[in-house]
């Protein structure tokens, strides 16, 4: 190890104790070679435990070794200060509060008498700060982890890079930005923190004990109705007892906020939405803050983009963090074999009728089974030899298994497609595409998971427009024009958009309350049941 000089020992020893802290020096050895060896054991210990992080040794070792923690100058103590006073408010976060033990490594702090000790402490230090970095900003667990329709690996950002900034920018501005800056998150968290006062000071009240009411009712559950719904912010306070039309209005926009046909009359489903209770609202706040933590990629979503909330069914292109087209969506159904998958990828082109290549999985497990019986079924679909030739059905399918079947099938463009007339392609290995359907009769349903898979659009003509709007000047005649002509025509995209799949059950909007939709895949409850073994609590306010 290298020595240092007499003149930075007799400096260094003179800023620590100036700083009030005294370091002990073995009997009849120099305060000076005391120092000296103190300042070797701090190295050693901090060298030795760099073997994890690859980009935390190359910090320490571009800056020799020397502290950012645990050193007497101001700069180490305001970093201290900041990381103490950043995982103070974790639990405003969301995040698994005795995952950042603060009282322990104060108390190893308070008792680090040796430079071995020291560097033990700095090495704690830089281990606690960047787990609630990485936790903050990306994530407190890994959802892929959780639920095999979870593809989105949390956004880790580079541990040096996070150590770097602590020593080129304000400690505190740094703690501050680590948590993502979007909008949405912001509103989250403001709606957490309401949440958790309304439930420290008796929540929304006794819930109402009834399966259904309507404008013009009145009595007990009536009242019941009123006061439950002045506690969530939905009616000023009022002394009616009737189901009056300030009542239905009320109504009308809790429905809306929930995903519920607004109709004004409380029948089961939006019965069942009221007498949630606070605290499975307060869960779809805090695994939606989650994964909105997952979405904190350093490139961002992209001034202009797609976003998908799988579970609020409908499609949205938004520019520059403004909404400019919304759809309503299909998703795939629950079976666990047909559910819609959460990934961000880019979208290039979109095909103007279109084919339908078949999956295999839809081949195998639906339309083999009806070609051993009778080779003429699915008559609609093409059967297609390696070489792209058509087979005819003038055969027996019967001796065919699933792994033994040779062909692969596909439908024509044309008015039945399953397709439609038009797919939006951002290509990507869990074969997931936005298209047209012919089925718009389901885009009625509130509820709406009935696809294998892929997304089904309501507007897919205008979404079209949308999209080509910044190729074109005439979107829809370019459009019209190549549809009118039958042909399976590619279109690429000039400027490639990303597109975010999300599952969010709790979301904001910019005015009004927090919406919240059903986890139609239960994968919301799987994260809350994650993120409580991780450490996560409900902080109800109560004993």
């Known amino acids: 190890m290298k020595r240092f000089s007499t003149t930075l020992v007799r400096t260094s020893l003179a800023a620590l104790l100036a700083a009030g802290v005294v370091l002990a020096s073995a009997p009849g050895v120099s305060a000076e070679a005391g120092f000296s060896f103190q300042v070797t054991a701090f190295k050693q210990a901090v060298a030795e435990r760099l073997d994890a992080d690859e980009d935390v040794a190359a910090f320490y070792r571009m800056r020799s070794f020397e502290p950012i923690w645990t050193g007497p100058s101001d700069e180490d103590r305001a970093r201290r200060a900041a990381l103490f006073d950043a995982l103070s408010m974790a639990g405003d976060h969301g995040l698994p509060e005795r995952r950042y033990d603060a009282s322990a490594l104060m108390a190893q702090m308070a008792a680090a008498k040796t430079g071995r000790e020291r560097g033990e402490v700095e090495m704690a230090l830089t281990a606690l700060y960047l787990k609630f970095a990485h936790d903050i900003q990306s994530g407190a667990i890994d959802g892929t982890t959780v639920d095999p329709g979870i593809k989105r690996k949390p956004p880790r950002h580079p541990s040096g890079e996070l150590l770097s900034r602590l020593i080129t920018e304000d400690p505190v501005a740094v703690m501050r930005s680590l948590a993502p800056t979007t909008a949405e998150y912001t509103r989250l968290m403001r709606a957490k923190l309401q949440l958790e006062h309304r439930m420290a000071h008796g929540g929304w009240g006794p819930v109402v004990p009834t399966q259904g009411l309507r404008p013009g009712d009145g009595g007990p559950n009536v009242v019941a109705l009123r006061n439950r719904l002045?506690?969530?912010?939905?009616?000023?306070?009022?002394?009616?007892?009737?189901?009056?039309?300030?009542?239905?209005?009320?109504?009308?926009?809790?429905?809306?906020?929930?995903g519920i046909e607004p109709d004004g009359v409380v029948g089961p489903t939006t019965m069942?939405?009221?007498?949630?209770?606070?605290?499975?609202?307060?869960?779809?706040?805090?695994?939606?803050?989650?994964?909105?933590?997952?979405?904190?990629?350093?490139?961002?979503?992209?001034?202009?983009?797609?976003?998908?909330?799988?579970?609020?069914?409908?499609?949205q292109i938004i520019d520059d963090d403004k909404l400019t087209f919304e759809t309503r969506?299909?998703?795939?159904?629950?079976?666990?074999?047909?559910?819609?998958?959460?990934?961000?990828?880019?979208?290039?082109?979109?095909?103007?009728?279109?084919?339908?290549?078949?999956?295999?999985?839809?081949?195998?497990?639906?339309?083999?089974?009806?070609?051993?019986?009778?080779?003429?079924?699915?008559?609609?679909?093409?059967?297609?030899?390696?070489?792209?030739?058509?087979?005819?059905?003038?055969?027996?399918?019967?001796?065919?298994?699933?792994?033994?079947?040779?062909f692969s099938m596909r439908q024509p463009p044309g008015p039945g497609n399953a397709l439609g007339s038009v797919k939006f392609m951002f290509p990507n290995k869990y074969n997931i595409y936005l298209h047209d359907t012919p089925s718009q009769h389901l885009f009625s349903q509130s509820v709406r998971t009935f696809s294998h898979g892929c997304i089904r659009l309501d507007d897919p003509h205008d979404f079209a427009y949308a999209l080509l709007a910044r190729q074109t000047d005439d979107p829809e005649?370019?459009?019209?024009?190549?549809?009118?002509?039958?042909?399976?025509?590619?279109?690429?995209?000039?400027?490639?958009?990303?597109?975010?799949?999300?599952?969010?059950?709790?979301?904001?909007?910019?005015?009004?309350?927090?919406?919240?939709?059903?986890?139609?895949?239960?994968?919301?409850?799987?994260i809350w049941q994650a993120l409580a073994n991780a450490g996560v609590v409900l902080r109800t306010g109560r004993s």
């Not at 998703?331 to 959460?342: K, W």
């Not at 095909?351 to 019986?373: A, D």
């Not at 009778?374 to 087979?391: E, K, T």
Request: charged content about 25%.
């Open 329 to 406: 969506s299909v998703i795939g159904h629950q079976a666990l074999d047909r559910r819609t998958p959460e990934f961000s990828d880019t979208m290039d082109h979109m095909v103007i009728n279109p084919s339908w290549f078949v999956p295999r999985s839809i081949i195998v497990k639906e339309y083999l089974p009806l070609l051993r019986n009778n080779p003429g079924a699915v008559g609609h679909l093409q059967i297609v030899d390696s070489r792209g030739q058509v087979v005819g059905r003038g055969r027996s399918f019967a001796g065919y298994s699933g792994n033994s079947f040779p």
């Open 477 to 526: 005649g370019y459009f019209q024009r190549i549809l009118r002509s039958g042909a399976e025509t590619r279109v690429n995209l000039e400027q490639p958009i990303p597109v975010h799949l999300i599952y969010r059950t709790a979301f904001t909007q910019a005015k009004g309350q927090v919406n919240y939709r059903g986890d139609v895949y239960n994968r919301d409850q799987l």
């Open 230 to 258: 002045i506690a969530m912010g939905y009616l000023k306070s009022s002394l009616s007892g009737t189901y009056d039309q300030d009542m239905e209005a009320a109504v009308r926009v809790f429905q809306e906020d929930h």
């Open 272 to 315: 069942r939405e009221i007498n949630t209770g606070p605290e499975e609202r307060l869960k779809s706040i805090i695994v939606a803050m989650e994964r909105e933590r997952w979405l904190n990629r350093p490139e961002g979503r992209g001034k202009r983009h797609v976003l998908v909330n799988l579970v609020d069914f409908h499609a």
